[in-house]
């Protein structure tokens, strides 16, 4: 943890920055790299962004109000429906407001499961007319978030702070463009459940530890839904890809999804990478 400090501290001061602009989203991941940014430099020159928008889970914006009072910064809520919905990127989907979320969600599970192996289309941005068109309704949220996100920080000559963790880094579990454009990514060498325990090293809130993590873009679709396994098996087989340990006990067909998942994104065919400055 201390080195992860030091590491925020060098490169606010190598490149000039004044603070730390960070998205967040009431998860885990922006909990702690909040948290780890506020030790590091102070809570005065950590500014916090709530980027809602039509879609955001009820509790999204009570739980990422919870994280910054916990961190005690400075925080905005900016909707961005409104730019969303010029885009037109709502009329790729029915209507909302008729349909309750249950039925939103269902909606959404039912376009991803129609897929076969929706997690490697989605990685390679195959599949049918409407499973391109729910990839771009998604895809386009992470990456407005991005817009607002560098235009705060550029007012303040602050960095951007990514919250991208090492599980999503060699999964491509993240959107290009989106989620994955910062100047200073503190977690990036952990994965998911090294998130986890640093989260409760850090006393982060437990109903914030506690959650189904979510990238919160599409009703009802969670990381786990997504990805097709938990976590703790996510981890573990990727632990074991990665040290080159045996992988007999483990579930064939999830295996041999990671691996290809592991191999798009090492060889670069998922997409062109921006390299950042990250912890290693």
């Known amino acids: 943890m201390e080195r992860i400090k030091k590491f925020i501290k060098m490169n606010m001061d190598a490149y000039l920055f004044k603070g730390v602009v960070i998205g967040i989203s009431g998860g885990i991941d922006s909990a702690v790299v909040g948290k780890l940014l506020v030790d590091s430099i102070g809570k005065d020159k950590v500014y916090g962004l709530i980027l809602p928008e039509r879609d955001t889970d009820s509790n999204t914006i ?12 400075e925080y905005q809520v900016i909707d961005i429906t409104g730019i969303l919905r010029k885009l037109g990127v709502y009329s790729l989907k029915p209507p909302a407001f008729p349909f309750p979320k249950a039925i939103q969600k269902v909606y959404s599970k039912n376009i991803w499961r129609k ?32 817009a607002v996100l560098y235009f705060e920080a550029e007012k303040r000559n602050y960095a951007v702070a990514g919250c991208t963790n090492k599980t999503e880094y060699v999964t491509g579990f993240y959107t290009k463009w989106g989620d994955e454009v910062c100047d200073i990514e503190p977690i990036r060498h952990l994965y998911k459940t090294e ?17 189904e993590p979510s990238p919160d873009i599409a009703p009802g679709i969670t990381d786990e839904f997504a990805i097709g396994m938990d976590y703790a098996e996510l981890d573990r087989i990727l632990m074991k890809i990665e040290g080159g340990k045996d992988l007999s006990l483990e579930n064939e067909e999830n295996v041999k999804k990671l691996r290809k998942c592991w191999n798009l994104v090492n060889l670069g065919k998922q997409n062109n990478y921006i390299y950042h400055r990250y912890f290693s």
């Open 195 to 211: 998130v986890f325990q640093l989260a409760k090293e850090l006393n982060i809130p437990k109903k914030i530890i506690d959650k």
């Open 115 to 146: 897929e076969n192996n929706p997690f490697i289309q989605d990685l390679t941005t195959q599949g049918d007319e409407k499973f391109l068109e729910a990839l771009a309704y998604y895809r386009t949220k992470p990456r407005i978030r991005s």
């Open 62 to 73: 009570d739980d990422a109000k919870l994280v910054c009072c916990f961190l005690d910064i």
